[in-house]
């Protein structure tokens, strides 16, 4: 039948088509920045969202900044290390002025006069304001190693031959306590990273498991879970540290500790992945890569995963803390890292102490960047976490 | 002239009725007073023996006293109110504060040839709870206790055997008992005076029924497991613990008893209302009528004597803490003496002697280099960071105030002479450097001296920093290493140990009747030559034997000391050995006569105002006599 | 539903064998015994042991037999009730920690009740004023409670109590009072020496616990139904507390676990610090010495709480949420 409304096959079409440039935009023209929104990448959007968070944004900032600092301690900091003063034991931190004599002069500070009180048997400081030594910057100080590496003695600041600068005071043996935070900073804040970088491989190598297999694998994991969490944490720290081997050096005993914090905090993080498994396996996607012949890990890992990295992330910043609040704590149980190591930790142990809490109350200073990296990290963790589901 | 010899008689009268009053007036402690009234306890004169121990208060600088009062002190945990024996130092024979031995509970002592030895019971002392003193305490103690594979089964203590052979012992009457020996056996009156001591009695009235001698068998084995022993041996050895009192139940001549039954963290001890010491005026001690023991975290215990919370407090007060007591003293109400610290060294670096590393056994071993790293410290400097300058630098060995002191002892190479030293070290061959200026053994390593430490005194921490630095400039990289205690001992036992820190010889005030054992190695306990002291003490079964001639000639001179009879002949042993010891540097020490803080009330008298501190043998406040503190108004 | 208690129930019994294995070896494991730490501390204050005295100590302990068949007879003994002797008190374990488990009950109820009072106002605050001043200032106090390290905070706040209120130092109590029956006295002095630790250990949990209500409320807040309520135009309170407040406690009930255990024994470093007479310094001590029974039959005891715990929490979360109690295994 010749049906007049079809044309016969290759002749155009009765109905009327425009032969003009066809704009795909034409009929909703985006602004530049609705363009830039909608084509934004998911790291984009995350980044976006956590910049609007302010408190996280300058938290992140400041964590910046401190591992900067570690990562030059030895050119930061005034002095080396174990560099003492005998002649400032116990010495109180010394103020920096600018004003002399009301003219703006620079940065200095006064020289500093110990006498000897023999009845309460305690050193004395006073400030002598005739002689000035005004803080040089770039200049040669103590000798060090950059990284045990790099031979140099030139320090971010100093002061001249026979003044002191003591920023934050001394301690029992006339170490510079501004130096050794920075020191201990460096200690402190990479077994942090490093221990999390442990719970974070475990938790989701396990929790994975668990979580995409189901059945006994995820009976026999959280079995193992419930009797890891079932051991209270400080004792197991305790037992834990006990059976490292002494003869190991320092720095083994350093991986060794960040290794038990990581060991032990690795539960947390696989119970999240294995819950959040469990509830992602049942989407399509998986099953269209099941059927296209993925194998689990793959699917785990390129699938699966990155769906929640964010929320892992997150969630392992916040973990950090914790760590690094462990550090001193199994310094405190005499378990940790000891001296001559420097930590935090290790400051704030040897400020643990009543005469330290009435005489020399200076030293309990290393509380302050600890309180700051704890909280930074807090709000940093919650920023990414609130940022992390940028779709909501 | 009839005048007169009535005057005479007059006033005979009056001296016997005084002396009559005199009699009467012994005035009972207002806190037993009420029990004596009542009939309960039976009046002082009764109580005491008859003979009671005077205290020479003359001659011990101290005033009279008034009976009241509790005293507050605080131990770091339960296993500590056995220092309240020690404070105590209530003795069969004891020490006065002039270091010399003297009869205290018993009426006499007498030794002969060194070997037998009579031991006289006061008539009437009486137990705490009334029961007689007798020689049957004695003699329970030897056949039924000592002499007991159940009860003793390592055998008869060490102090009791003379060249290991056990004494004769006999029951003489009532009230005397005498041990005899084949050989001389000088530990044993040592033992019985020390602060912590040898027991050779037991209150057997009390004791006798956890025995299965006598008590039935059956009833012991139900008692004892209604009390959770493990068996009627356990039980007996619990309940008859006489150091740590933890049985409110046993009777102890002691002058405080313990009345708390454990665990607690406040032990009430109250007086013995039966002790065997007097005052001048005859009044009955001790003064003061209960101690009260709180058992606080060590850590704590500082804060809390600078709260004014204690009345008495040296134990876990460091020189570290004085600056903060001191400030404390004006609004609190005690006073901070400074009391000296009376081991022969506070910190001392012990090399091992007996290290498996063949290089450095070579070194330990070599006189030179342990002269060298004595030489090599600024003691001085130490003194001056840790100690405000106000210990004393000087070698491992006795104090002045021991009557073996002499100059040459403390001075032995501790002159500080960087020059002589790295002489001493270039001679021994360690002539090599490397490129850090570190000396390099014969096999070619660098020599990296490893100091262990059982990392619980701040001072040996510091220390170590400042030892480290100064041996740095003699070519030797020094490093430490914080351990457990026990692992540190078992350590240096297996040899792993290249070099300890730790506590100096506790032979500070030494006299000749001491045991000089911590001069010869005899016990595996001792960290510069473990292994030696190990096979003295298993007869030769473990360790080896003693390869140094000087060692060799501490450990002869040692075993003369156990057979010696007379007081000249230990001077002379003595004598001998420190000068060895001291002239081979087998410990080097650091600093020593630190300053022991003591934390005193201020109404707290009798205390001294400067003394020494020590174990032995002054039981740290024991031989100063707590039973005659008394607090004012 | 009783099938999957007895399931449960019956899942317990391998978990604590293994935990009583993990636990016997940790204590175990480090080289030495309690008889070393003994004699070593004995030796470290100048007093010196008898060598064969000691050797005849650990034969009469046991410690001469093989591993396996004390860690038989101590996981034995423990089925009959017997917790084993402890070595540094010479007394059996369960009257030792029978002693301190008032105290240390009380403290810990009253520190949890502390964190509740103190962290739902909070919570509920910061999740209805999100990014406000409010909510970011009170996170931050709750924050820096976290931040702070236990034991320095607790030894400066001692120091001032002492110093402001004439609090004595650590401890539960005046030490007048130990040992002595209850009194107004008594009950004061112990309320005032609570502050410190409550308040040390209390404001590191509020901080998580004010996080978690906020963010589980916030996650309630954004559904349906409240909108729905609030457009019916239900007063702002009860919008918040009827519904969603008691829906976002579910964690809660997640919580028993771990609660029941920390109840026993928790806050181990502040109870040093303070010198409290609670369990935890008594676990530390006797994990140092490796007073063995001590130890061991403690961290034990502890497990089973926790087990028990999870399980009393997950019967109730079954109970409450049938989702939990139909999960099941993927769909092929």
Same mark, same amino acid.
């Given at each position: 039948?010749?049906?007049?409304?079809?044309?016969?096959?290759?002749?155009?079409?009765?109905?009327?088509?425009?032969?003009?440039?066809?704009?795909?935009?034409?009929?909703?023209?985006?602004?530049?920045?609705?363009?830039?929104?909608?084509?934004?990448?998911?790291?984009?959007?995350?980044?976006?969202?956590?910049?609007?968070?302010?408190?996280?944004?300058?938290?992140?900032?400041?964590?910046?900044?401190?591992?900067?600092?570690?990562?030059?301690?030895?050119?930061?900091?005034?002095?080396?290390?174990?560099?003492?003063?005998?002649?400032?034991?116990?010495?109180?931190?010394?103020?920096?002025?600018?004003?002399?004599?009301?003219?703006?002069?620079?940065?200095?500070?006064?020289?500093?006069?110990?006498?000897?009180?023999?009845?309460?048997?305690?050193?004395?400081?006073?400030?002598?304001?005739?002689?000035?030594?005004?803080?040089?910057?770039?200049?040669?100080?103590?000798?060090?190693?950059?990284?045990?590496?790099?031979?140099?003695?030139?320090?971010?600041?100093?002061?001249?031959?026979?003044?002191?600068?003591?920023?934050?005071?001394?301690?029992?043996?006339?170490?510079?306590?501004?130096?050794?935070?920075?020191?201990?900073?460096?200690?402190?804040?990479?077994?942090?990273?490093?221990?999390?970088?442990?719970?974070?491989?475990?938790?989701?190598?396990?929790?994975?498991?668990?979580?995409?297999?189901?059945?006994?694998?995820?009976?026999?994991?959280?079995?193992?879970?419930?009797?890891?969490?079932?051991?209270?944490?400080?004792?197991?720290?305790?037992?834990?540290?006990?059976?490292?081997?002494?003869?190991?050096?320092?720095?083994?005993?350093?991986?060794?500790?960040?290794?038990?914090?990581?060991?032990?905090?690795?539960?947390?993080?696989?119970?999240?992945?294995?819950?959040?498994?469990?509830?992602?396996?049942?989407?399509?996607?998986?099953?269209?890569?099941?059927?296209?012949?993925?194998?689990?890990?793959?699917?785990?890992?390129?699938?699966?995963?990155?769906?929640?990295?964010?929320?892992?992330?997150?969630?392992?910043?916040?973990?950090?803390?914790?760590?690094?609040?462990?550090?001193?704590?199994?310094?405190?149980?005499?378990?940790?890292?000891?001296?001559?190591?420097?930590?935090?930790?290790?400051?704030?142990?040897?400020?643990?102490?009543?005469?330290?809490?009435?005489?020399?109350?200076?030293?309990?200073?290393?509380?302050?960047?600890?309180?700051?990296?704890?909280?930074?990290?807090?709000?940093?963790?919650?920023?990414?976490?609130?940022?992390?589901?940028?779709?909501? | 002239?009839?005048?007169?010899?009535?005057?005479?008689?007059?006033?005979?009268?009056?001296?016997?009725?005084?002396?009559?009053?005199?009699?009467?007036?012994?005035?009972?402690?207002?806190?037993?007073?009420?029990?004596?009234?009542?009939?309960?306890?039976?009046?002082?004169?009764?109580?005491?023996?008859?003979?009671?121990?005077?205290?020479?208060?003359?001659?011990?600088?101290?005033?009279?006293?008034?009976?009241?009062?509790?005293?507050?002190?605080?131990?770091?945990?339960?296993?500590?109110?056995?220092?309240?024996?020690?404070?105590?130092?209530?003795?069969?024979?004891?020490?006065?504060?002039?270091?010399?031995?003297?009869?205290?509970?018993?009426?006499?002592?007498?030794?002969?040839?060194?070997?037998?030895?009579?031991?006289?019971?006061?008539?009437?002392?009486?137990?705490?709870?009334?029961?007689?003193?007798?020689?049957?305490?004695?003699?329970?103690?030897?056949?039924?206790?000592?002499?007991?594979?159940?009860?003793?089964?390592?055998?008869?203590?060490?102090?009791?055997?003379?060249?290991?052979?056990?004494?004769?012992?006999?029951?003489?009457?009532?009230?005397?008992?005498?041990?005899?020996?084949?050989?001389?056996?000088?530990?044993?009156?040592?033992?019985?005076?020390?602060?912590?001591?040898?027991?050779?009695?037991?209150?057997?009235?009390?004791?006798?029924?956890?025995?299965?001698?006598?008590?039935?068998?059956?009833?012991?084995?139900?008692?004892?497991?209604?009390?959770?022993?493990?068996?009627?041996?356990?039980?007996?050895?619990?309940?008859?613990?006489?150091?740590?009192?933890?049985?409110?139940?046993?009777?102890?001549?002691?002058?405080?008893?313990?009345?708390?039954?454990?665990?607690?963290?406040?032990?009430?001890?109250?007086?013995?209302?039966?002790?065997?010491?007097?005052?001048?005026?005859?009044?009955?001690?001790?003064?003061?009528?209960?101690?009260?023991?709180?058992?606080?975290?060590?850590?704590?215990?500082?804060?809390?004597?600078?709260?004014?919370?204690?009345?008495?407090?040296?134990?876990?007060?460091?020189?570290?803490?004085?600056?903060?007591?001191?400030?404390?003293?004006?609004?609190?109400?005690?006073?901070?003496?400074?009391?000296?610290?009376?081991?022969?060294?506070?910190?001392?670096?012990?090399?091992?002697?007996?290290?498996?590393?063949?290089?450095?056994?070579?070194?330990?071993?070599?006189?030179?280099?342990?002269?060298?790293?004595?030489?090599?410290?600024?003691?001085?400097?130490?003194?001056?960071?840790?100690?405000?300058?106000?210990?004393?630098?000087?070698?491992?060995?006795?104090?002045?105030?021991?009557?073996?002191?002499?100059?040459?002892?403390?001075?032995?190479?501790?002159?500080?002479?960087?020059?002589?030293?790295?002489?001493?070290?270039?001679?021994?061959?360690?002539?090599?450097?490397?490129?850090?200026?570190?000396?390099?053994?014969?096999?070619?390593?660098?020599?990296?001296?490893?100091?262990?430490?059982?990392?619980?005194?701040?001072?040996?921490?510091?220390?170590?920093?400042?030892?480290?630095?100064?041996?740095?400039?003699?070519?030797?990289?020094?490093?430490?290493?914080?351990?457990?205690?026990?692992?540190?001992?078992?350590?240096?036992?297996?040899?792993?140990?290249?070099?300890?820190?730790?506590?100096?010889?506790?032979?500070?005030?030494?006299?000749?009747?001491?045991?000089?054992?911590?001069?010869?190695?005899?016990?595996?306990?001792?960290?510069?030559?473990?292994?030696?002291?190990?096979?003295?003490?298993?007869?030769?079964?473990?360790?080896?034997?003693?390869?140094?001639?000087?060692?060799?000639?501490?450990?002869?001179?040692?075993?003369?000391?156990?057979?010696?009879?007379?007081?000249?002949?230990?001077?002379?042993?003595?004598?001998?050995?420190?000068?060895?010891?001291?002239?081979?540097?087998?410990?080097?020490?650091?600093?020593?006569?630190?300053?022991?803080?003591?934390?005193?009330?201020?109404?707290?008298?009798?205390?001294?105002?400067?003394?020494?501190?020590?174990?032995?043998?002054?039981?740290?406040?024991?031989?100063?006599?707590?039973?005659?503190?008394?607090?004012?108004? | 539903?009783?099938?999957?208690?007895?399931?449960?129930?019956?899942?317990?019994?391998?978990?604590? +064998? @293994?935990? !009583?294995? #993990?636990?016997?070896?940790?204590?175990?494991?480090?080289?030495?015994?309690? &008889?070393?730490?003994? %004699? /070593?501390?004995?030796?470290?204050?100048?007093?010196?042991?008898?060598?064969?005295?000691?050797?005849?100590?650990?034969?009469?302990?046991?410690?001469?037999?093989?591993?396996?068949?004390?860690?038989?007879?101590?996981?034995?003994?423990?089925?009959?009730?017997?917790?084993?002797?402890?070595?540094?008190?010479?007394?059996?374990?369960?009257? +030792? @920690?029978? !002693?301190? #488990?008032?105290?240390?009950?009380?403290?810990?109820?009253?520190?949890?009740? &502390?964190?509740?009072? %103190? /962290?739902?106002?909070?919570?509920?605050?910061?999740?209805?004023?999100?990014?406000?001043?409010?909510?970011?200032?009170?996170?931050?106090?709750?924050?820096?409670?976290?931040?702070?390290?236990?034991?320095?905070?607790?030894?400066?706040?001692?120091?001032?109590?002492?110093?402001?209120?004439?609090?004595?130092?650590?401890?539960?109590?005046?030490?007048?009072?130990?040992?002595?029956?209850?009194?107004?006295?008594?009950?004061?002095?112990?309320?005032?020496?609570?502050?410190?630790?409550?308040?040390?250990?209390?404001?590191?949990?509020?901080?998580?616990?004010?996080?978690?209500?906020?963010?589980?409320?916030?996650?309630?807040?954004?559904?349906?139904?409240?909108?729905?309520?609030?457009?019916?135009?239900?007063?702002?309170?009860?919008?918040?507390?009827?519904?969603?407040?008691?829906?976002?406690?579910?964690?809660?009930?997640?919580?028993?676990?771990?609660?029941?255990?920390?109840?026993?024994?928790?806050?181990?470093?502040?109870?040093?610090?303070?010198?409290?007479?609670?369990?935890?310094?008594?676990?530390?001590?006797?994990?140092?010495?490796?007073?063995?029974?001590?130890?061991?039959?403690?961290?034990?005891?502890?497990?089973?709480?926790?087990?028990?715990?999870?399980?009393?929490?997950?019967?109730?979360?079954?109970?409450?949420?049938?989702?939990?109690?139909?999960?099941?295994?993927?769909?092929?």
């Amino acid at each position: 039948m010749n049906d007049s409304s079809l044309p016969r096959p290759g002749k155009p079409l009765g109905h009327y088509v425009s032969t003009a440039e066809f704009d795909p935009y034409s009929v909703e023209q985006l602004t530049p920045e609705q363009e830039k929104y909608f084509f934004a990448s998911q790291r984009q959007l995350i980044w976006w969202k956590f910049k609007k968070h302010r408190v996280a944004y300058w938290s992140a900032l400041i964590l910046l900044f401190f591992y900067v600092v570690i990562a030059f301690a030895e050119f930061i900091a005034p002095y080396e290390l174990t560099r003492r003063h005998q002649e400032y034991i116990y010495a109180p931190p010394q103020g920096v002025h600018f004003f002399k004599d009301g003219e703006f002069v620079g940065p200095f500070v006064y020289q500093r006069i110990r006498t000897l009180d023999m009845d309460l048997l305690k050193r004395k400081y006073a400030a002598n304001e005739a002689k000035t030594y005004p803080i040089g910057f770039f200049c040669d100080g103590d000798e060090y190693k950059l990284w045990g590496l790099i031979p140099s003695s030139k320090h971010l600041f100093c002061v001249r031959d026979g003044g002191t600068l003591f920023l934050l005071g001394t301690d029992r043996l006339g170490r510079d306590l501004f130096s050794r935070i920075i020191y201990g900073a460096r200690i402190s804040l990479t077994i942090g990273l490093i221990g999390v970088a442990v719970s974070f491989i475990l938790g989701i190598s396990i929790g994975g498991l668990a979580g995409y297999y189901g059945g006994w694998v995820d009976n026999i994991v959280q079995r193992m879970i419930e009797v890891l969490q079932s051991i209270p944490s400080i004792p197991l720290w305790l037992a834990l540290a006990a059976i490292m081997p002494v003869t190991w050096s320092p720095l083994l005993v350093y991986f060794g500790i960040t290794i038990i914090l990581g060991l032990l905090d690795w539960t947390g993080m696989a119970r999240a992945v294995r819950s959040k498994l469990l509830s992602l396996r049942e989407e399509d996607y998986v099953m269209a890569a099941q059927l296209m012949g993925a194998r689990p890990s793959r699917i785990i890992a390129r699938h699966l995963i990155p769906g929640f990295m964010s929320h892992l992330i997150a969630s392992a910043t916040i973990t950090i803390p914790t760590m690094i609040l462990g550090e001193t704590a199994l310094s405190f149980l005499g378990l940790g890292l000891r001296p001559p190591v420097t930590s935090w930790g290790v400051l704030l142990n040897e400020a643990q102490n009543i005469s330290v809490v009435v005489l020399y109350p200076w030293l309990i200073l290393p509380v302050v960047p600890v309180i700051v990296v704890i909280l930074a990290f807090n709000f940093m963790g919650d920023g990414l976490r609130d940022a992390a589901d940028p779709y909501q | 002239m009839k005048r007169g010899l009535l005057f005479t008689l007059m006033v005979c009268l009056v001296f016997i009725a005084g002396a009559a009053q005199a009699d009467e007036a012994l005035k009972e402690p207002p806190i037993l007073a009420p029990l004596v009234e009542s009939g309960k306890l039976p009046p002082m004169k009764e109580r005491l023996p008859k003979d009671p121990f005077v205290v020479d208060f003359a001659k011990e600088s101290k005033t009279i006293g008034r009976y009241c009062c509790q005293l507050v002190t605080l131990l770091g945990s339960a296993k500590d109110i056995r220092m309240m024996t020690v404070y105590g130092y209530a003795r069969l024979i004891g020490f006065g504060p002039d270091y010399k031995l003297r009869p205290d509970i018993l009426e006499s002592f007498e030794s002969e040839e060194g070997r037998i030895f009579t031991l006289r019971i006061r008539e009437g002392h009486k137990w705490s709870d009334g029961e007689p003193f007798t020689s049957e305490d004695f003699r329970y103690f030897w056949e039924d206790v000592a002499n007991n594979g159940d009860l003793s089964g390592s055998g008869v203590p060490q102090v009791l055997l003379s060249n290991g052979k056990p004494p004769k012992f006999e029951v003489i009457d009532e009230r005397t008992v005498r041990y005899t020996w084949e050989d001389p056996n000088p530990a044993f009156p040592l033992g019985l005076a020390g602060p912590s001591p040898e027991y050779i009695y037991m209150p057997s009235h009390y004791m006798k029924q956890f025995h299965t001698t006598y008590n039935d068998a059956d009833t012991l084995a139900k008692m004892a497991e209604d009390g959770g022993y493990r068996n009627w041996a356990a039980m007996h050895t619990v309940k008859g613990r006489q150091y740590r009192t933890e049985n409110p139940e046993l009777p102890t001549l002691q002058p405080w008893r313990n009345t708390t039954d454990g665990p607690s963290k406040r032990y009430v001890f109250e007086r013995n209302p039966y002790y065997h010491r007097v005052d001048p005026n005859g009044q009955q001690l001790p003064y003061i009528d209960e101690v009260i023991i709180l058992t606080e975290s060590v850590d704590i215990i500082p804060a809390k004597a600078g709260a004014g919370e204690s009345d008495l407090q040296a134990r876990y007060l460091h020189f570290d803490d004085y600056t903060f007591l001191k400030q404390g003293e004006e609004n609190q109400d005690y006073n901070v003496l400074l009391w000296r610290n009376g081991v022969a060294n506070q910190i001392s670096l012990y090399p091992n002697l007996n290290v498996t590393d063949p290089e450095w056994n070579k070194l330990n071993q070599d006189v030179r280099f342990r002269r060298a790293l004595s030489l090599g410290l600024n003691r001085d400097e130490i003194n001056q960071q840790l100690f405000f300058g106000l210990a004393k630098a000087g070698g491992d060995t006795v104090l002045q105030e021991s009557p073996l002191y002499k100059e040459e002892y403390a001075s032995a190479w501790t002159n500080l002479d960087v020059e002589q030293a790295n002489k001493l070290l270039d001679e021994i061959g360690l002539t090599e450097r490397d490129s850090k200026g570190v000396r390099l053994l014969p096999n070619g390593k660098p020599m990296e001296l490893i100091v262990e430490s059982a990392g619980e005194s701040t001072e040996e921490t510091d220390a170590l920093e400042l030892v480290r630095y100064h041996w740095e400039q003699l070519g030797i990289k020094v490093f430490t290493r914080t351990l457990q205690r026990d692992i540190q001992r078992r350590r240096f036992l297996t040899g792993e140990t290249i070099m300890t820190i730790s506590k100096g010889l506790d032979i500070g005030l030494a006299t000749p009747e001491t045991n000089p054992e911590q001069l010869a190695p005899v016990s595996p306990s001792q960290p510069n030559w473990p292994k030696w002291g190990q096979y003295t003490e298993t007869n030769g079964k473990a360790g080896e034997p003693v390869s140094l001639p000087a060692a060799e000639r501490l450990l002869e001179l040692y075993n003369s000391w156990r057979q010696s009879t007379s007081v000249d002949q230990q001077e002379a042993i003595w004598a001998e050995m420190l000068e060895i010891y001291s002239e081979n540097v087998f410990s080097i020490g650091v600093a020593r006569e630190t300053i022991q803080p003591v934390v005193v009330d201020k109404k707290l008298q009798n205390v001294p105002a400067d003394a020494i501190f020590a174990w032995s043998p002054t039981a740290f406040f024991g031989i100063f006599r707590p039973d005659t503190f008394w607090f004012e108004e | 539903m009783l099938r999957y208690i007895i399931f449960r129930f019956f899942a317990m019994i391998p978990t604590l +064998l @293994i935990a !009583s294995v #993990l636990i016997f070896s940790i204590i175990e494991l480090p080289p030495g015994d309690y &008889f070393e730490t003994y %004699v /070593a501390e004995l030796q470290a204050s100048g007093e010196t042991v008898d060598p064969q005295k000691i050797e005849y100590l650990r034969k009469e302990y046991g410690f001469d037999k093989p591993v396996w068949q004390r860690y038989f007879s101590w996981v034995w003994g423990m089925l009959h009730g017997d917790f084993g002797y402890s070595f540094e008190y010479e007394r059996p374990v369960s009257e +030792l @920690i029978g !002693s301190r #488990l008032m105290l240390t009950m009380l403290l810990s109820f009253v520190t949890i009740i &502390f964190t509740w009072v %103190v /962290a739902f106002p909070i919570g509920i605050y910061s999740a209805t004023h999100k990014y406000s001043f409010g909510d970011y200032s009170f996170t931050f106090l709750g924050l820096i409670g976290l931040a702070t390290p236990n034991f320095l905070l607790a030894l400066v706040m001692m120091y001032f109590a002492k110093v402001w209120f004439g609090t004595s130092i650590g401890g539960l109590m005046d030490p007048v009072y130990i040992d002595q029956p209850m009194s107004w006295g008594k009950f004061g002095s112990i309320a005032e020496h609570m502050v410190i630790p409550v308040v040390v250990i209390g404001t590191a949990g509020t901080a998580a616990m004010i996080r978690r209500i906020r963010a589980n409320l916030l996650d309630e807040l954004k559904k349906q139904y409240v909108i729905t309520a609030r457009a019916k135009g239900l007063p702002p309170t009860r919008t918040v507390l009827k519904y969603p407040f008691r829906m976002s406690l579910n964690f809660f009930i997640a919580d028993i676990g771990s609660i029941l255990p920390n109840i026993v024994s928790g806050a181990e470093v502040v109870a040093i610090v303070l010198s409290l007479e609670t369990t935890g310094p008594l676990l530390i001590r006797a994990l140092k010495s490796q007073d063995m029974y001590l130890a061991g039959s403690f961290l034990m005891f502890l497990a089973v709480l926790t087990v028990i715990g999870v399980l009393i929490s997950d019967i109730a979360l079954a109970i409450l949420d049938p989702r939990i109690r139909l999960q099941g295994k993927p769909e092929k």
